[in-house]
């Protein structure tokens, strides 16, 4: 390595390192992000925030942005998480619901159909994973298919208790086939 080489990689490491500084002074030291999970669908983005007895609750919608403020646990933490979203939303029609357990933000898409590889407009953040447990794979889905999907998320919402047995062979006969038998007891 020649001496213009090292002095070009000095200057690198002094600009990260003085970035760096400047960070950690800017951020406030008693604040710390929420952890967070996302999933999508065809024209919504979900975000829950996971954060316990939550207080002082705030979210902001941009167009490009979210931001998340609140006071949770027994200690009292003050959590702040702001988010460059990978895409535009309609501020006006997204939405957050507190719980006792998280707050959950539904953020609408500007496009709806268009599939967002991530959440965020620039690397990860470690604080924010997938939500593998709602995450539904809906890109080659038809907008009939979406329909009957949904018409069946409905009708199992709408359904009664355990005693309600659908019809599944088609015979609305409720006697019994010719050729049942009663099966013996077990033993």
Not at 47 to 62: G, L, M, N
Not at 107 to 126: C, F, I, V
Not at 151 to 167: K, T, Y
């Amino acid at each position: 390595m020649d001496g213009l080489e090292q002095l070009s990689d000095k200057a690198l490491f002094s600009h990260k390192a003085v970035l760096s500084l400047k960070k950690t002074m800017t951020s406030r030291p008693d604040t710390h992000p929420a952890s967070a999970k996302w999933y999508e669908r065809r024209d919504s983005v979900f975000i829950e925030f996971c954060v316990v007895d939550s207080k002082e609750v705030k979210v902001t919608f941009d167009k490009t942005k979210c931001a998340f403020s609140c006071v949770g646990g027994t200690d009292n933490v003050k959590h702040e998480n702001e988010i460059e979203l990978f895409d535009a939303i309609d501020q006006n029609e997204s939405k957050h619901k507190r719980t006792d357990r998280s707050v959950l933000c539904f953020l609408r898409k500007a496009e709806p159909g268009k599939s967002w590889p991530r959440l965020t407009k620039e690397k990860p953040q470690r604080w924010l994973t997938v939500d593998f447990n709602n995450w539904k794979e809906w890109e080659n889905d038809s907008e009939e298919e979406m329909g009957n999907f949904d018409q069946f998320s409905d009708m199992m919402n709408n359904m009664g208790g355990d005693d309600f047995q659908p019809d599944l062979d088609g015979d609305d006969d409720e006697s019994a086939d010719s050729d049942d038998e009663k099966m013996p007891d077990l033993e």
